[in-house]
């Protein structure tokens, strides 16, 4: 992954433009990929694997890399909007899920934990927002584990350093999970729902419908609330973009379903489902656009 995006930035350097935006428990860069034509242009950050098992969530990213940066007719797609891409923002944890078929189903990142056997934090409970709140555990054995303190893990602290970097920029944030087709939008901590539940819910439900419109999976996506739609889990990284850095939308997709355990979908079903997801994705950009764009 980190290899295409760096021949990305090399082949297409007017348009590409790659850095690590900080290092994972184990040393490995998180490296972010920015394609746009002018920086001070409203942003999309999107951000993948931060839940190792969940494999299709970095595909999905890289195919959207792919199709701005290396499909000449998707050019206008980075002329009025930046595209600020994580692909994998938590390596470590993916590294570790694909090294024997028992860590397969692994979803934590993999820094010890002090007096306790077991490794990692969940880092999409780690985020400082509402952190344990609801749905998270203290206990470093379970899989929900939120970490000794908000942003214990450095690649959930890298990752809200560059947000809040750029929030000004940010207009829109989008977190890349599996499984369950289900786009979801704040609050996770609770069934509250944030002012602009409306607009959230409409855009989340034309994107949802344009993937539906081209699947050949027959994916149909469920939109609403973490809270409403799924369950209360505080400490996620869209309550937290959406609740500190003042973007105002903020949605975690959870991808379709596959294999035994729903985190597996076959090699068969990997084009389909990252090119159905690229269709809601430019519902996304041409909210952002009309909304945002002073061009
Ligand atoms: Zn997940």
Redesign the pocket.
Known sequence: MNEYLLTLERLYPHIVQVESIGRTFEGRDLLLIKIGANPNNPTILIDAG??AR?WIAPPVALYIINQLVENPANYRLYQNVNWNIIPSLNPDGYEFSRSSTWNRLWRKTRQPNQSSSCIGTDP?RNFEYYWMFAGASADPCDETYAGPQPFSEPETAALATYALRNRHQIKLYISF??YGNMILYPWGYTNDLPDNADELQWLGELAGLAIGRVSTLNSRYVVGSSTNVLYAAAGGSDDWVKGVTGVGLAYTIELPAGGLFGFNPPATSILPIVQETFEGITIFHAYVEAAYSKN
């Open positions: 931060i839940h969940e999409n999970h599996s």
